[in-house]
């Protein structure tokens, strides 16, 4: 049966540093958590001119994943755990935090040299408490890697993470995490699959859609679906992007603040304080 809309949050400037801007519909004032699900913010699309130096400074990051899918541009990935990465238009990556380290992020040098438009999307994946301390892991995940799923003509949405449509993503999390993201020509649409019990999101990237022949949603909203029956419909109304999002609930506390999402409160309090003694380390972009 098909799955209601129980939210449509619009995503809204935040300033996530003086110089960089994101759209955030997650979390929202009407919506906070989809434990897993904890940010998603859209940067861009951001005309970068030759010389440019813009790029976040090192900073520190505890107890989640931060997971980046490249729709236009370079992005640059530094840690202090030893990952020194690219990726570029279509690749995506997941730097799981895990006990805490350091990153830098943004365009390559290539795109800060000769310029260029950078776009990107960054979610927020929570891990589960047991797992919060793990060591620090990443791994980058191809364009061409990224299998297609729901194929048919006109439509083109690659599995990143997770299991979906028989197929298997690059990357994979503590517990299931699904996201597909891709285009949907005009006209087209497509059958959504989704497990009852999930959380299940799709965030509009570009273009217009109506969501199970009824409800017109634009682009930079972010639909949440009741986690009762297991199927929605997109149409596209004009050439569209969207990113789709499915996962198993983590029924666990949630305390998010800044860089670190943690359980309680004091856990995050622990956290600006090794951050301030130096236990997170150094790092060197």
Same mark, same amino acid.
């Given at each position: 049966?098909?799955?209601?809309?129980?939210?449509?949050?619009?995503?809204?400037?935040?300033?996530?540093?003086?110089?960089?801007?994101?759209?955030?519909?997650?979390?929202?004032?009407?919506?906070?958590?989809?434990?897993?699900?904890?940010?998603?913010?859209?940067?861009?699309?951001?005309?970068?001119?030759?010389?440019?130096?813009?790029?976040?400074?090192?900073?520190?990051?505890?107890?989640?994943?931060?997971? +980046?899918?490249? %729709? /236009?541009?370079?992005?640059?990935?530094?840690? !202090? $755990?030893?990952?020194?990465?690219?990726?570029? @238009?279509?690749?995506?990556?997941?730097?799981?935090?895990?006990k805490g380290l350091l990153h830098s992020?943004?365009?390559?040098?290539?795109?800060?040299? +000769?310029?260029? %438009? /950078?776009?990107?999307?960054?979610?927020?994946? !929570? $891990?589960?408490?047991?797992?919060?301390?793990? @060591?620090?892991?990443?791994?980058?995940?191809?364009?061409?890697?990224?299998?297609?799923?729901?194929?048919?003509?006109?439509?083109?949405?690659?599995?990143?993470?997770?299991?979906?449509?028989?197929?298997?993503?690059?990357?994979q999390s503590f517990t299931p995490v699904?996201?597909?993201?891709?285009?949907?020509?005009?006209?087209?649409?497509?059958?959504?699959?989704?497990?009852?019990?999930?959380?299940?999101?799709?965030?509009?990237?570009?273009?217009?859609?109506?969501?199970?022949?009824?409800?017109?949603?634009?682009?930079?909203?972010?639909i949440v679906f009741e986690k009762g029956?297991?199927?929605?419909?997109?149409?596209?109304?004009?050439?569209?992007?969207?990113?789709?999002?499915?996962?198993?609930?983590?029924?666990?506390?949630?305390?998010?603040?800044?860089?670190?999402?943690?359980?309680?409160?004091?856990?995050?309090?622990?956290?600006?304080?090794?951050?301030?003694?130096?236990?997170?380390?150094?790092?060197?972009?």
């Amino acid at each position: 049966m098909k799955k209601a809309i129980e939210h449509i949050l619009h995503g809204k400037e935040k300033h996530i540093t003086d110089e960089e801007t994101v759209l955030q519909p997650l979390p929202h004032i009407e919506f906070r958590f989809a434990n897993p699900f904890i940010v998603l913010h859209h940067a861009g699309p951001k005309v970068i001119l030759p010389g440019s130096k813009s790029r976040i400074y090192p900073h520190p990051h505890r107890g989640f994943s931060p997971v +980046t899918f490249i %729709i /236009q541009g370079e992005g640059f990935h530094k840690d !202090n $755990a030893g990952h020194d990465e690219t990726v570029k @238009e279509g690749d995506a990556q997941w730097m799981f935090a895990g006990k805490g380290l350091l990153h830098s992020e943004g365009p390559t040098d290539h795109i800060l040299n +000769t310029g260029g %438009i /950078q776009e990107f999307i960054q979610i927020w994946v !929570n $891990a589960p408490k047991a797992n919060k301390w793990d @060591e620090p892991f990443y791994k980058a995940a191809r364009k061409a890697e990224q299998p297609q799923v729901l194929e048919q003509e006109g439509v083109s949405l690659r599995l990143v993470s997770g299991n979906y449509d028989g197929k298997t993503g690059v990357l994979q999390s503590f517990t299931p995490v699904i996201s597909v993201i891709g285009e949907i020509s005009e006209g087209k649409e497509v059958r959504f699959s989704a497990t009852p019990g999930y959380w299940t999101l799709l965030y509009i990237i570009a273009g217009d859609v109506v969501i199970n022949g009824e409800q017109e949603v634009e682009m930079h909203n972010l639909i949440v679906f009741e986690k009762g029956n297991d199927e929605f419909a997109v149409k596209a109304k004009k050439d569209t992007k969207v990113l789709f999002l499915s996962a198993e609930p983590i029924d666990e506390p949630v305390a998010a603040k800044d860089n670190f999402v943690m359980n309680t409160p004091e856990e995050i309090e622990q956290a600006f304080a090794d951050y301030k003694n130096g236990v997170f380390g150094t790092l060197d972009y």
